[in-house]
């Protein structure tokens, strides 16, 4: 299983960026698709995930009406729409692939396959 992500950079408070996740590797469709983030000195945190059969979608707090999941199985892919970004979001963002429990749907600890991150600024 690969994750590869893409997207992250510099982004002047209350602008937008897309981060794109391209998966390979599995063998079935039960997997869920998460994106986390890692603050420095901060622990890593569940941002937004989505279940291989929709409808299931999960967003923390801070982020919801603002980031937007989606996916395309057709090109293996998992994107994260990010509007309105502050700060707050800087962080090195990552998209992982898991089997993860309803109770745990994006608790990082159930996730097992990473991607390698990618940096988010926003900074004026």
């Known amino acids: 299983v690969q994750l590869v992500e893409s997207g992250g950079g510099l982004v002047q408070p209350g602008g937008s960026l897309r981060l794109s996740c391209v998966f390979s590797?599995?063998?079935?469709?039960?997997?869920?698709i998460g994106w986390f983030r890692q603050a420095p000195g901060k622990e890593r945190e569940g941002v937004s995930c989505?279940?291989?059969?929709?409808?299931?979608?999960w967003y923390t707090d801070p982020v919801k009406g603002r980031f937007t999941i989606s996916r395309d199985n057709a090109k293996n892919t998992v994107y994260l729409q990010m509007n309105n970004l502050t700060p707050v979001d800087t962080a090195v963002y990552y998209c992982?692939?898991?089997?993860?429990?309803?109770?745990?749907?994006?608790?990082?600890?159930?996730?097992?396959?990473w991607g390698q991150g990618t940096q988010v600024t926003v900074s004026s």
């Open positions: 992982a692939a898991g089997y993860p429990r309803d109770n745990y749907f994006c608790d990082y600890e159930a996730y097992d396959y």
């Open positions: 590797g599995f063998t079935d469709d039960d997997y869920a």
């Open positions: 989505i279940s291989s059969n929709y409808p299931k979608l």
